[in-house]
């Protein structure tokens, strides 16, 4: 059981828009930023949004995310065949002094 | 560019000991904190372990506290990661990632860029 809750599964047809939420407590989500990653098939995993809502330098502006109190939420629009991955949410827990990653939600792209 | 490179995963009995390494290149090694975080096949991400930029500061995932030891050698570019007591659900791919930092506000945020490729650790008898 994740200490960050996401859902197992997300799926949307090409150019549509798709939201992952991520959903947290106070110690985790509450107090400190949440980092996305995309994990492409037989692949580790790469850093999509930071700090909430900023992106790295050569990730699209199709990716965004945004937080509200103990949830955030990675949101893809004019989604890609190419989307198609896991994606993991992360944050520093401050109750248990380690990090926490949700679960993973695998994005299929129909 | 960044690389992070892993080595030592293997096949491995119950109860033995394995020693990751990751060389690292194409940055600033020593001004950077570490982390080792792991992946059982098919399954999500788990931290395991990080360390600071000068070793000062070590944390541990309760799942491997007191049978793993995280360690670094500025000189030679390299993390490390010392398992013992291996169990089976130990079996992962592990990833070396490198640690980003920003003060902002009095606080300190991190977030992980970029993985290693990862190697594969089984444990099995």
């Known amino acids: 059981q994740s200490v960050l809750t996401q859902p197992p599964s997300a799926s949307g047809t090409p150019g549509q828009r798709v939201t992952i939420s991520c959903s947290g407590s106070s110690s985790n989500i509450g107090s400190n930023p949440v980092s996305w990653y995309q994990q492409l098939p037989g692949t580790a995993p790469k850093l999509l949004i930071y700090?909430?809502?900023q992106r790295p330098s050569g990730v699209p502006d199709r990716f965004s995310g945004s937080k509200s109190g103990t949830s955030d939420s990675l949101a893809i629009s004019g989604l890609q065949s190419e989307d198609e991955a896991d994606y993991y949410c992360a944050a520093w827990d401050d109750s248990l002094h380690a990090w926490v990653f949700g679960g993973g939600t695998k994005l299929t792209v129909l | 560019e960044v690389q992070l490179v892993e080595s030592g995963g293997d096949l491995v009995q119950p109860g033995r000991s394995l020693r990751l390494s990751c060389a690292a290149s194409g940055f600033t090694f020593d001004a950077y904190a570490m982390h080792w975080v792991r992946q059982a096949p098919g399954k999500g991400l788990e931290w395991v372990s990080g360390i600071s930029w000068n070793s000062g500061d070590l944390g541990y995932a309760d799942s491997v506290k007191g049978r793993f030891t995280i360690s670094r050698d500025n000189a030679k570019n390299s993390l490390y990661l010392q398992m013992n007591s291996l169990r089976a659900e130990d079996t992962a791919f592990y990833y070396c990632?490198?640690?980003?930092?920003?003060?902002?506000?009095?606080?300190?945020?991190?977030?992980?860029?970029?993985w290693g490729q990862g190697t594969l650790v089984t444990v099995s008898s």
């Open positions: 990632v490198k640690d980003h930092t920003r003060r902002i506000g009095g606080g300190k945020y991190n977030w992980f860029d970029p």
């Open positions: 700090l909430n809502s």
